[in-house]
């Protein structure tokens, strides 16, 4: 044979050599991790948990499916050969699948297979240890929630793997719930010097599960005598809890704010709209929550037409009802200046008996055409879910998005005022009526325009509010009082005003609440408004002008 071909001959055999060394070692682990399987199946109690610890420590991907397997009571042993596999329900019987191996092994019956017994501590010890084994996974997300599973389960068996996984650890995110967890469990340590370390690395958080933890330290059993006996550690659990309950308190106070930032968006489309009508005509509009009722129901026909037609397209739906209320709305209010308003100008007490009378029989219209039940408005997908804070406040989506549009309404309309011949216009006639008329300014066409704008807004504001409110006949009664308070707070026809009329009355009913409920801290705030306007009778932001300060 010639020389090269010895030589390669001579480096297939090397290479047999060195396939057959390296398949030794895996196929002695993979008897260890069968062994190992089969002693969960068919061992003692003791020597299951040994078990289960020994399969963690193997950090192999199988293990997982195995330990859920065995916490849902789903690890059986096939009595042909006793081979333990993994069974899910099916109509002829159990689906099985090779514990070890992952090969499906078909379907048999439920006599061929012996459940493996596992009592209650032995499948939540499964479940911990499933937490356990995913301390280490690649994914970020993963790791934090089995982190998460560990302080609640605060398992001791789980110290070790999480001094190792904080070792390798690079996420803040994750790290810091896995430090939580730890300091979690050391608080039912021997060590007083380990009960110190847990109560000073939970102090620096902020979370009402461990207020929870650090007060039950701090309680007092009949005879006396405290749960946490070393008295250093009692101090700092004091301590501690005094400043995660001053931090909780902050956020609290933060929470109620939104709420009333929230409130007060609301309140801003509602009644911006009322500004500009009641500041350019003088008119006062009870049917003007009738327009955010149109407007909610325009909103209802929208999203049925999207939903019998473009199912697909229903997240822009929101999108296209915006300009459809506006619409409705707008014409509605174009309709009943023309027809009602114009006829009562100067006579307030019959304008106001007209609006209170057509707000009546928009209301019976709405029940006769849609039925006098609440009717279902949808949210999109982008407007669902909710942030989570780490002291439980959470903020919706939905009212971000209905804070961003009220915001964005207001600088829409001051744009309309100080860009545009028509906001020129309504501020010409605002600010002296007379005079604009001698300068030639169609007044009764701005009255119309103005009605229709400001009950197109209505409209929006109708959009919106299906979105956290019921969709019945009577939403618009639901805050016209309250639009009439924000526009007289604020300043009567001053934008600016009702802005911060919105926003201040949102906050502080949202503030009142929670110590004076919810009725009498709106009669609170009634008797202030009240004191106030005796002091400043033209609210917050007074307009200027002629006919105002004459």
């Known amino acids: 044979m010639p020389v090269s071909g010895l030589r390669a001959v001579f480096v297939c055999v090397v290479f047999v050599f060195a396939a057959l060394a390296a398949a030794a070692p895996s196929r002695a682990q993979d008897g ?34 195995i330990l859920e397997a065995v916490a849902d009571r789903n690890l059986y042993v096939r009595e042909a050969d006793g081979l333990v596999a993994i069974g899910a329900d099916h109509p002829d019987g159990l689906s099985l699948t090779d514990a070890v191996t992952g090969d499906d092994l078909g379907v048999v019956a439920s006599r061929d297979v012996d459940r493996v017994r596992a009592n209650n501590r032995l499948r939540r010890l499964a479940g911990s240890a499933i937490g356990t084994l995913t301390l280490m996974n690649p994914d970020p997300a993963v790791r934090l929630a089995a982190a998460e599973a560990v302080f609640r389960s605060q398992d001791a068996s789980a110290l070790s793997a999480l001094d190792q996984a904080l070792a390798e650890e690079t996420d803040d995110a994750v790290r810091q719930a896995m430090a939580k967890a730890r300091a979690a469990i050391l608080l039912d340590s021997d060590d007083p010097a380990a009960r110190l370390q847990a109560v000073e690395t939970l102090g620096a958080l902020t979370d009402p599960e461990i207020r929870s933890m650090l007060a039950a330290m701090l309680r007092q059993s009949n005879d006396g005598s405290f749960q946490e006996t070393d008295e250093a550690v009692r101090a700092a659990a004091g301590e501690a809890l005094d400043a995660i309950e001053g931090r909780l308190a902050t956020w609290r106070v933060a929470g109620y704010v939104y709420q009333g930032i929230s409130l007060g968006s609301v309140l801003l489309l509602a009644a911006i709209g009322l500004a500009i009508t009641f500041g350019v005509m003088g008119v006062i509009n009870m049917a003007h929550g009738e327009m955010v009722m149109l407007g909610a129901y325009t909103t209802y026909v929208v999203q049925q037409i999207f939903r019998d037609l473009a199912p697909g397209l229903f997240d822009v739906s929101l999108l296209v009802a915006i300009p459809a209320a506006f619409l409705v709305a707008g014409l509605a209010g174009i309709a009943i200046e023309r027809g009602i308003i114009r006829f009562l100008y100067g006579r307030p007490l019959e304008t106001l008996l007209a609006t209170w009378g057509l707000s009546l029989i928009l209301q019976q219209l709405v029940r006769t055409v849609f039925g006098p039940t609440n009717r279902e408005v949808g949210s999109p997908s982008w407007m669902q879910g909710a942030i989570e804070t780490t002291a439980g406040i959470t903020l919706t989506y939905n009212r971000l998005y209905i804070i961003l549009f009220s915001l964005i309404v207001f600088a829409g309309l001051i744009f309309v005022l ?4 028509l906001g020129l216009q309504m501020r010409a006639v605002t600010q002296n009526r007379q005079m604009a008329r001698a300068m030639g300014i169609r007044t009764d066409r701005v009255d119309a325009l103005t009605f229709g704008l400001g009950s197109g ?23 016209i009082i309250d639009s009439f308070l924000v526009v007289v707070f604020g300043g009567v026809g001053n934008l600016w005003g009702t802005l911060a009329g919105a926003f201040s009355l949102g906050i502080a009913n949202k503030l009142l609440e929670p110590y004076a409920g919810a009725v009498l801290g709106k009669i609170l705030v009634l008797v202030a408004i009240i004191l106030f306007i005796q002091k400043r009778p033209r609210g917050l932001v007074a307009l200027k002008g002629r006919a105002v300060e004459g």
């Open 418 to 421: 100080r860009r545009t011949a």
């Open 457 to 479: 807004i209505a409209g929006m504001a109708g959009v919106a509010l299906s979105q956290i409110d019921n969709v019945s006949p009577n939403l618009g009664q639901s805050y």
């Open 32 to 65: 260890d991790f069968a062994a190992l399987v089969a002693q969960l199946a068919v061992g003692a109690f003791e020597e299951k948990v040994a078990a289960i610890e020994a399969l963690v420590a193997t950090g192999d991907p199988r293990v997982q499916a």
